[in-house]
């Protein structure tokens, strides 16, 4: 399978019109997750279970720590076929109250050197109440489906008020709709960079407000939130403290970085897209350094306090056990699986037995933030000494 994609599926859609790619990608996968022979034959190929990869988070069951991003759903039209290729769970979405069209084209672009794409939807989707009209569950129960909620992409919801009231209405929405209820759990975005009043909902009171307002009306069900790549410790911390203040069950770090001047990137790529004056944020390697970070700062100070997925940059096994390693308990990708192909899931699963194996570790909880575990030991060995 990775030879069919690398050398010949890959080079005919990397002629093609990425957006073009994603809607027929889209199409074709919800053919294929309609019915039960076709689910079958892909699990049958892509597939790969272990129980050293298992794990008990929040009250649910995850079968392995890969999971798809939200940003590549975001219809949430995939759900069958996204569990039948081996991921572990997904967020669909973003998903707003009312529907966007998009914003102007081109609002997707790769950067092929640079092992990013140039995201520029900024919350592309249906509406809340036809995405849930749509929307099929997997029969899995292991397999877990969540939605991923931001504030309506207009500028009538920009400040705000208007964004905390807009997201808040589809919270209430939610939970008065049966299928809304349904999910395992539920995805607050703060932190897209392509949407009119980016930034507003990463203001301490602000936070602090949305997600008492959320808490009362989703009760303890599983909240997580989409966290900023690009932000001062300082502030992440405060917003951190604030997640937990709340209850919130994991901090998803990290969203798309803007600063163009980032050294992963390929500056004759970064170039072209400043000369042709493309609009966007970037995903994939060039936000690995700030995501890595962030999640071994966050696990320093609050990692017992709240959970971490990981996001950015996991192109490989090796790249999601760093996170691991680091503090995150799960991982998300969207971009590594573009540039490998869908095979990459039942890789990365495959390869995380293998490397926890090779350190002695029996099961992935015991590779969850043990670095900090071992600069810990190093510091107690030196007060000893």
């Known amino acids: 399978m990775n030879y069919l994609y690398s050398h010949i599926l890959k080079p005919v859609f990397f002629k093609l019109d990425p957006e073009f790619v994603h809607e027929r990608v889209t199409k074709l996968g919800v053919f294929l997750g309609r019915w039960k022979l076709t689910r079958a034959i892909i699990r049958a190929l892509f597939r790969?279970?272990?129980?050293?990869?298992?794990?008990?988070?929040?009250?649910?069951?995850?079968?392995?720590?890969?999971?798809?991003?939200?940003?590549?759903?975001?219809?949430?039209?995939?759900?069958?076929?996204?569990?039948?290729?081996?991921?572990?769970?997904?967020?669909?979405?973003?998903?707003?109250?009312?529907?966007?069209?998009?914003?102007?084209?081109?609002?997707?672009?790769?950067?092929?050197?640079?092992?990013?794409?140039?995201?520029?939807?900024?919350?592309?989707?249906?509406?809340?109440?036809?995405?849930?009209?749509q929307v099929d569950f997997p029969e899995d129960k292991d397999f877990h489906l969540g939605i991923s909620i931001?504030?309506?992409?207009?500028?009538?919801?920009?400040?705000?008020?208007?964004?905390?009231?807009?997201?808040?209405?589809?919270?209430?929405f939610l939970m008065g709709h049966p299928k809304g209820k349904?999910?395992?759990?539920?995805?607050?975005?703060?932190?897209?960079?392509?949407?009119?009043?980016?930034?507003?909902?990463?203001?301490?009171?602000?936070?602090?407000?949305?997600?008492?307002?959320?808490?009362?009306?989703?009760?303890?069900?599983?909240?997580?939130?989409?966290f900023q790549a690009e932000i001062e410790l300082g502030e992440a911390r405060e917003l951190v403290a604030i997640m937990v203040r709340h209850s919130v069950d994991a901090i998803i770090v990290a969203n798309l970085v803007k600063k163009r001047d980032n050294p992963a990137f390929d500056r004759e790529e970064m170039k072209l897209v400043n000369e042709r004056g493309w609009k966007g944020n970037f995903s994939g390697k060039p936000v690995e350094k700030f995501s890595n970070d962030l999640i071994s700062n966050i696990y320093r100070e609050f990692g017992d306090q709240i959970k971490i997925i990981g996001v950015g940059g996991v192109f490989s096994a090796e790249d999601a056990y760093e996170k691991i390693k680091r503090g995150a308990s799960l991982v998300q990708l969207i971009t590594g699986m573009i540039f490998e192909g869908p095979q990459l899931i039942g890789s990365i699963n495959k390869g995380l037995v293998k490397l926890l194996k090779a350190d002695g570790y029996e099961h992935i909880s015991e590779a969850v933030g043990v670095y900090h575990r071992e600069e810990e030991d190093i510091s107690k060995n030196q007060k000893v000494h």
């Open 48 to 133: 790969y279970s272990h129980p050293a990869l298992e794990q008990e988070l929040s009250g649910l069951h995850f079968k392995n720590p890969v999971g798809l991003s939200a940003g590549f759903d975001y219809n949430i039209q995939l759900p069958l076929i996204i569990e039948s290729v081996g991921f572990g769970f997904m967020s669909g979405g973003t998903v707003t109250f009312s529907s966007y069209e998009g914003n102007p084209k081109p609002r997707l672009a790769r950067l092929p050197k640079s092992r990013s794409l140039l995201v520029n939807k900024g919350f592309k989707n249906l509406g809340l109440e036809r995405v849930l009209e």
């Open 182 to 226: 349904r999910f395992s759990y539920y995805e607050l975005n703060i932190s897209c960079p392509n949407v009119a009043g980016s930034g507003v909902l990463a203001d301490p009171e602000i936070l602090n407000r949305l997600l008492q307002g959320i808490r009362e009306i989703i009760g303890n069900r599983v909240l997580f939130v989409k």
């Open 150 to 172: 931001g504030a309506t992409n207009s500028p009538f919801v920009c400040d705000p008020e208007g964004q905390v009231e807009d997201i808040l209405k589809s919270f209430h």
